[in-house]
């Protein structure tokens, strides 16, 4: 068990000759941190993930459910799941504050969709995974990009997708009893660990769904996480 919060994030940062490299940050201090990616916002840098606060299934807890479905376009047998990681400094604002680590169900998308069901109060602060049997070793889960700080709804092509600079993965979360996403999914090859070329999956909704929290950097439209995407 640890005994220190620990941030251990997937952080993919754009070098010269616009190559990406990825760097794996376990426990570093927010100067450290700010010091790997120029243009990495203080805000993130500075954040720090909490002690993981253990929880319970979903069948387990009382109240409404809220199904999630996936319309899901180019990753058929992909794996889509929700994580809930909540920041501790500074202090998330989302309630229920816990659970504030949570890994949550998966669902393969079959004929093009994916479907599971959690805890509605533990919608706000989710984010979602998506995992491909084609993508390379990218040491690290690919996150659904919700948004770009623009409003919700916007329809976005491949070619939109991958031009982003900056996005989100976290989601305000939902009253609703069903919920449904329309996701599209591109295989791209980037330089990886050792400069070495890997095919990434990059996940989108469009249309945009609702964001909240500070837009982090992508790489080629791209958010990803070896551990917990934190909101």
Sequence with gaps: MRSEPELNVLVFCRAEGDQMKKALVVGLSSILLGSLCAGLSPARAATSAPSPV???????????????????????????????????????????????YWQGPTAKVRRGVASFTLPTAWTP??????????????EGMTNIVLGSGG??????????ALARKKATACWPGTKKSIETFKVSVARKTMPGMENKPVVFAIAWTSPTEDTVGAMQQTSHGLLGNQEMYYC
């Design 125 to 138: 602060g989710s984010s979602f995974t998506l995992s491909a049997p084609w993508e390379g070793n990218t």
């Design 54 to 100: 253990a929880s319970a299934s979903p069948t387990s807890t009382a109240g409404p459910q809220t199904l999630m479905r996936f319309v899901v376009t180019g990753c058929e047998g992909c794996t889509i799941g929700v994580q809930r990681g909540l920041l501790s400094n500074p202090p998330s604002a989302f309630l229920p504050a816990t659970p504030n």
């Design 151 to 160: 409003p919700s709804g916007q329809t976005l092509t491949t070619k939109q």
